[in-house]
């Protein structure tokens, strides 16, 4: 079973960038991130998949965000542009994509790192 890492999280001032990594242990084709903040539901962020060479990005990220990976390192990256308060989270990733409707969705997957955490705050 692959095994997730995720890495990269800390604090950022309003406007600043991160970029989150998610490492595999072996080769994964599709990889999701999520993220979950405080007393919120856990929302769907980001998919790449070698599968459709296709990279989907929640509404709330597109513009900001973006998606990429090296299968060299068998690892993916969540750069994270423009930073707002909203984006502060627990960041996960996950093997495999759902998407339900146009939404990204966590049925179904069941590998998961352990998370990274995002503060964005001055």
């Known amino acids: 079973q692959v095994q997730l890492v995720e890495s990269g999280g800390g604090l950022v001032q309003p406007g600043g960038s991160l970029r989150l990594s998610c490492a595999a242990s072996?080769?994964?084709?599709?990889i999701s991130w999520f993220r979950q903040a405080p007393g919120k539901e856990r929302e769907g962020v980001s998919c790449?998949?070698?599968?459709?060479?296709?990279?989907n990005l929640a509404d709330s990220v597109k513009g900001r965000f973006t998606v990429s990976r090296d299968n060299a390192k068998n690892t993916v990256y969540l750069q994270m542009n423009s930073l707002k308060p909203e984006d502060t989270a627990v960041y996960y990733c996950?093997?495999?994509?759902?998407?339900?409707?146009?939404?990204?969705?966590?049925?179904?997957?069941?590998?998961w790192g352990q998370g990274t955490a995002v503060t964005v705050s001055s």
């Open positions: 072996e080769y994964a084709s599709t």
């Open positions: 790449i998949s070698d599968l459709d060479g296709k990279i």
């Open positions: 996950a093997q495999g994509c759902t998407i339900v409707a146009g939404n990204l969705t966590d049925i179904g997957l069941r590998v």
